[in-house]
């Protein structure tokens, strides 16, 4: 039986600390996501393009010379030239410079439709994912019959009653577009409000409001993100198909879908610009709205995450 | 499986009925009546209208004739077109746009699961890229604007196919291949991501041991599974298809039933456009119910009689 002594025991060289020092910078789950959609070409081709939009939207008619609303009847249907570029309408009105009136109206209506949409849908996906229950099935059972109502033709009854003017059409178009993001937000809450953290949130005492705000929506964001980058291209287009329908912007102001809707009796005489200019940037917004999105899926999916 | 369809089939007519209260209700909720005009009309003649449409009736009385009217299928008179009914508009017109949506959807199902399939198979090869770009092109570009295209390359510049109106199947051409690319274009794409997800699974890989050809595996195997996806989301496609006839059938000149629609929103015909509305509305709840039940048939392993908590 031998003794154990102190001398067998003697403290280790302190060269420890180093291996446990983190070398990489730690990613949270919004650089990741950043790094992973800078990696996708095509994505970033499509965030590039909308930046380029929103600023020529903003500046672009700063730039020219030409009125956006001011008729000037002796250069009417022009083609392309120098001095307009993008050639002038039957009123001799400035194309570039409508093309950028327009861009600022229907960026203006994709955007909001998609913020409020946003706002509703969070507010009420979320308090029926969380509350569960009774609460829950009553409130989808509403979300369940509203969805099953055909979106553009109760668009276009809204319209037909309220008129046609920027306001009505944003409101129209968001009374029964909220349904799908409330859908996504009460799956997506479902889902999280199980984790342990909200366990441990709510162990701590903290209210409804702030477990709502800080721990479900965080965790719920991705497929929230990639629901509105898809509802602006889609409101985009209801604008567009309505103004086509003759519930657009009145004149003499424009956005992309009225210019094509009038350009519509012209285009067989051969004044192509008239409709080629907006909708190329419909269909470029279009592109670009929904190459970002298919790559924000991918970039924000944890499931990815390597 | 009964249950389900049963309680499929109460969901929907209480959809469809709420769809046609909220049309009547909207409609009266129009500033003025449908009948005012520019011309000032005689007192007397505007009473016997208002009493011929049974305007001088209070609310409630005009909503449950109208009810009573919907449930024999009266879709009600026309005010701008006193001698017509939407009953004989829908007799008319209803046809023509059927036939342009049916041929449309089936165009878009075919080619667009072939290319998805075809895609699938050549992964990350020219093909797949190549159907790929034609399938995002194909979702950004709007239907109106690709029929614009389509007429001025294909009927005015090379005078291939007749530009407007609907006569023969030259004339069919052009309108569906206008109305059907964006469809097609989606469902190219759905296909491809499950296919490629299908063609991963275990028992694909057990046919392929087994020394089943390709072509059999791709379409016994795994096309069945592979469809779950199209089939789901085919309920959005059909209404984006019946919209999409409205623009389609006012530019090619098509005399449908869009066109009638369109043009009773231009005359503000109210009587008309609820009609319509109402009309095209229960069409397509009921195409969503029979695709719910397609859904429901097609894959075995989904639990009809859902439980809360998995929408």
């Not at chain 1, 969070?122 to 369940?144: F, W």
């Not at chain 2, 080619?111 to 770009?133: E, Q």
């Amino acid at each position: 039986m031998t003794q154990i002594r102190d001398d067998w025991f003697h403290p280790l060289a302190k060269d420890g600390d180093e291996k446990e020092t983190v070398v990489r910078p730690s990613l949270s789950y919004w650089k990741d996501a950043w790094r992973r959609l800078k990696q996708n070409k095509l994505a970033m081709g499509g965030l590039i393009f909308l930046g380029f939009l929103a600023l020529m939207a903003i500046f672009g008619p700063i730039f020219s010379p030409h009125s956006v609303t001011i008729q000037d009847l002796p250069n009417q249907n022009q083609p392309p030239s120098s001095t307009h570029w993008f050639g002038t309408d039957e009123s001799g009105r400035d194309v570039f410079t409508r093309t950028w009136y327009g861009a600022r109206i229907s960026l203006f209506v994709g955007l909001m439709a998609a913020l409020i949409d946003f706002f509703i849908g969070i507010l009420y996906g979320g308090i029926a994912g969380y509350k569960g229950g009774r609460t829950d099935a009553v409130m989808m059972r509403i979300v369940e019959v509203l969805y099953g109502l055909p979106y553009l033709l109760v668009v276009i009854l809204l319209l037909v009653v309220m008129g046609p003017s920027l306001m009505t059409i944003i409101i129209a178009l968001t009374i029964t577009g909220w349904v799908g993001m409330a859908r996504i937000v009460r799956g997506q809450v479902l889902q999280v409000k199980n984790y342990e953290f909200v366990t441990a949130s709510k162990s701590f005492g903290a209210k409804t409001g702030r477990i709502i705000r800080k721990n479900l929506i965080p965790n719920a964001m991705g497929p929230i993100i990639v629901q509105m980058t898809l509802t602006v291209p889609s409101a985009i287009f209801a604008e567009a198909f309505l103004s086509f329908l003759g519930l657009g912007i009145q004149a003499p102001f424009a956005s992309w879908g009225v210019m094509a809707n009038d350009a519509l009796p012209v285009i067989i005489s051969g004044d192509w610009w008239r409709l080629f200019f907006p909708a190329l940037f419909i269909s470029l917004t279009m592109f670009a709205f929904n190459v970002l999105g298919d790559g924000l899926q991918d970039a924000l999916d944890p499931k990815m995450r390597g | 499986m009964g249950r389900y369809i049963i309680k499929r089939f109460l969901m929907m007519l209480m959809t469809i009925f709420i769809i046609a209260t909220l049309t009547f209700f909207l409609m009266h909720a129009v500033p003025g009546s449908p009948l005012e005009t520019e011309r000032t009309t005689n007192e007397a003649i505007q009473a016997n209208l208002e009493k011929f449409y049974k305007l001088d009736q209070p609310l409630y009385v005009q909503y449950f004739d109208y009810m009573k009217s919907l449930a024999t299928f009266d879709f009600g008179p026309s005010i701008k077109d006193p001698n017509r009914t939407v009953n004989e508009l829908l007799e008319r017109g209803f046809p023509i746009s059927f036939e342009l949506g049916i041929i449309t959807i089936i165009i878009a199902v075919l080619s667009g699961v072939l290319l998805g399939i075809l895609a699938a198979l050549r992964h990350n090869k020219l093909l797949d890229y190549g159907a790929m770009a034609f399938a995002v092109i194909g979702i950004s570009i709007p239907n109106f604007v690709m029929a614009t295209l389509l007429i001025q390359q294909l009927a005015v510049t090379w005078n291939i196919f007749p530009p407007a109106t609907w006569k023969s199947p030259m004339h069919m051409v052009l309108p569906v291949l206008a109305l059907a690319t964006g469809p097609m274009a989606i469902i190219a794409r759905l296909t491809r991501s499950s296919m490629l997800e299908v063609l991963t699974q275990d028992y694909i890989k057990m046919a392929r041991a087994k020394g089943i050809k390709p072509v059999r595996i791709v379409f016994r195997h795994a096309l069945r599974n592979a469809m779950m996806p199209v089939v789901t989301i085919m309920g959005t496609l059909l209404a984006g298809i019946l919209t999409g006839t409205f623009v389609i059938e006012k530019i090619f000149a098509i005399p449908g039933m869009g066109k009638y629609f369109v043009d009773s929103i231009n005359n503000r015909d109210y009587p008309v456009i609820m009609g319509t509305t109402v009309f095209y509305s229960a069409f397509l709840i009921f195409m969503l119910f029979l695709v719910d039940i397609v859904y429901g048939i097609l894959d075995p392993r989904i639990k009809l009689h859902k439980k809360e908590g998995d929408v």
